[in-house]
Structure formats: C-alpha cells, structure tokens
C-alpha cells in the first residue's frame, strides 16, 4: 500500500535479487509478482504470485505485466519491446525499456558511455573467433560476449595466440589488458524526480580464474580525489541513462590514479549486499523507495563491512561454524540443483575497523578451503 493506493510490483527474474528485494517490499507493504521459468527459483517461495514464464519472451512478459502497476528487474535478460508494450499501456518501468536496451549488449554500452565522455577500457569489437587471430599481437586481452554472460560466465583472458583456439565463437568485445590497482563499484541511485543518492565506493576482488567477486570490503579506503571521481561518473552515468532504480557502476583504478569504467548494471548487484547489515538504508530499500515516488533513503556506512561469496563447490560449506563467529551475517539463497562454480549465498562481515574486516574474511575462507 502506497499512500492508500494499492500497489502491485512486477519482479522480472526470480533470483537472489529478487528474494532480497521481496524483505524490502514487504516492509512497504507491497504485493509483489515474480515472473520467471524455474519453478524453484529462490524470490518464488517468497510470494503467493508467482508466474511461471520467460522474462526474455515477449509475450510472457506482456501478460504478466498488464497485472502490474510498476515492472522492475532483477536480471539483464529480459524483452524489452514487451516493456515498452508495456510502457505505451500505463504500465510504470523501471529501469526504462531503453536503458536496459543499451545495457544488454556490452559493445552498446560502452559506446554509449564514450558518447557521454565517461571513460572506458580501451576495445575492438569482434564478430567471431576467427576474426580474433588479426588481433594476436594485442594480446594479453580480456574477451566478453556481448550479450547474455553473467557471473564471470562470457568472459575469458586471452594471453597468446594459443588461446584463441578454446575462445567462445560470435559477438563479442576484446579489451585491452589493464594496469590497475584496485577494482571498486559505486552503488548509485536515481528517483523520478531526479535525486540521486550513492554509496560509498567497495572494494571488489575477484577469483582470477572464475572472474567472479570472491570478497570485497567497504569503505575502499581511497583517496579523496579518487572518490569523487567514483561519485562523479556514477552521478553522470545515472543521470545520462535517466535512470529511475539503482545502478551498480564497476570501475578500475589503474596504476596512473584514472578511473575506467568496467561494467554497469541497472539493478541490485553483488558489490551492494553489504548495504543490508551495513547502511542505514539497504540498496534493496533504496530500490523499492527509488520506484515508488519515496525520498531516497540515507546511504551512510554504518560500520566497516566485508563480504564473501559462497561459491558451489559440489561439496558441504561448514556453515556452522561460520555462522558462530561475532559480526557475521548469512545469506543462502535456498538454489535447488545449483551448478559448479555459482553462488549459493553470501556472507557478510560488519566491523568497527576494516583491519577487523580484513581479519574475519580471512577466518572465513580458511575455514571454505
């Protein structure tokens, strides 16, 4: 209920996303509707609406959101024709059906992003495998499919010619091997109004083989120069897109001190799980309230935080004796038949001290090793 109107909200994808945006809604006193093909998807036992259907196909997409007052999403993949359908028949979408688009495909993005003059890794595109060998003197290089990777899937480091041979075969982008330092995210947020709140910049590392966040700490703890950079882009990047929702903007800090956009994403993302135990107003929150017409809710840090993935391994996680130590927060995300190498839940650290941060998700890989 929002301001004696009934509202119902349309999730499209019913992952963790969506699971952890339910807790939100529900403190709004929201319905909410969950469209997505697997049946024992996590957000699906979170709901007495759940649709089974394809939130890529266009007509699944249709009829379940004609039952919706305002459509969200909790994944990239989804049919944007039908969200303008959609849109065109009073149907509130956030993020607009455009946005999304140029987000989808990866080549897109980043040509959106230099239009605007945000900085990116420098890159070619590529049609297919074979057109990679005209560019083996380039290499080391980092190849991504345009379209559909996720979870560190779609992406692949070619180091030598030799490599080439095992790359994926069709559209894709090949970016040049990057110095850095550090890589962070910024949260960001944009109501339809036009305020915009963000988050303090995280820490994100990465497993160098999988290419999926294996940890990350916030603050980041940089310099003031190069977080008002972070804060500067984020706010142009959401304010370009027109965004109405959150964003998750990754960026590199390379070893001269430049910020290069690596990826964004228009929904809750993985670099923000740490705002539920650790700020005032959670990106989940800032979601519901960003979509609904609220004011943008507090972004301050209340505490140092971390924040460890847990990664399918086909083995048992010794979660009891993680979850018995002070300051940790688990989340398991309930996957049913969950592939090797994706994540099954997360685990959050909050500390009064980074060195404490640090410390404890040390603890806590020694003891999922």
Request: aromatic share 6%.
């Amino acid at each position: 209920m929002i301001n004696n109107k009934k509202v119902r909200i349309g999730i499209l994808g019913g992952g963790q996303l969506g699971a952890m945006l339910i807790r939100s809604a529900i403190d709004y006193g929201l319905d909410i509707s969950v469209l997505d093909q697997d049946i024992d998807a996590p957000a699906a036992r979170y709901t007495n609406s759940f649709v089974c259907g394809d939130p890529d196909k266009y007509e699944d997409v249709v009829a379940f959101g004609l039952q919706c007052d305002i459509v969200t999403i909790e994944k990239e993949a989804v049919n944007t024709a039908a969200l303008r359908y959609l849109r065109d028949n009073g149907v509130k979408i956030h993020p607009s059906p455009e946005l999304i688009a140029s987000i989808q495909d990866k080549q897109h993005q980043k040509e959106f992003l230099k239009l605007h003059g945000i900085p990116v890794v420098h890159y070619v595109p590529i049609s297919n495998k074979q057109e990679l060998y005209s560019y083996a003197s380039i290499l080391p290089a980092c190849l991504k499919m345009r379209r559909n990777g996720y979870d560190g899937k779609g992406v692949m480091m070619l180091h030598t010619a030799a490599d080439i041979a095992n790359a994926f075969d069709g559209p894709a982008i090949l970016e040049q091997k990057v110095k850095m330092k550090q890589e962070i995210s910024v949260i960001v947020a944009r109501s339809e109004a036009g305020e915009i709140a963000y988050y303090e910049p995280t820490l994100m590392v990465f497993d160098p083989e999988k290419h999926l966040l294996d940890f990350q700490i916030c603050p980041a703890n940089l310099n003031l120069e190069i977080t008002n950079q972070a804060y500067e882009i984020a706010v142009k990047i959401a304010t370009e897109m027109a965004l109405v929702g959150i964003m998750a903007i990754e960026m590199f800090i390379t070893d001269d001190d430049r910020l290069l956009v690596n990826e964004i994403a228009p929904r809750p993302h993985n670099s923000g799980h740490h705002t539920i135990e650790g700020c005032a107003t959670s990106q989940y929150e800032q979601l519901i309230r960003a979509i609904t017409g609220f004011p943008l809710g507090d972004t301050q840090l209340n505490c140092k935080a971390g924040l460890v993935n847990l990664i399918e391994t086909g083995r048992q996680h010794d979660l009891t004796t993680i979850v018995s130590k002070p300051a940790i927060h688990l989340h398991y995300y309930g996957k049913i038949n969950s592939k090797i190498g994706r994540k099954i839940g997360h685990i959050t650290i909050t500390e009064p001290t980074t060195e404490g941060v640090i410390a404890q998700i040390a603890a806590i890989k020694n003891i999922l090793n």
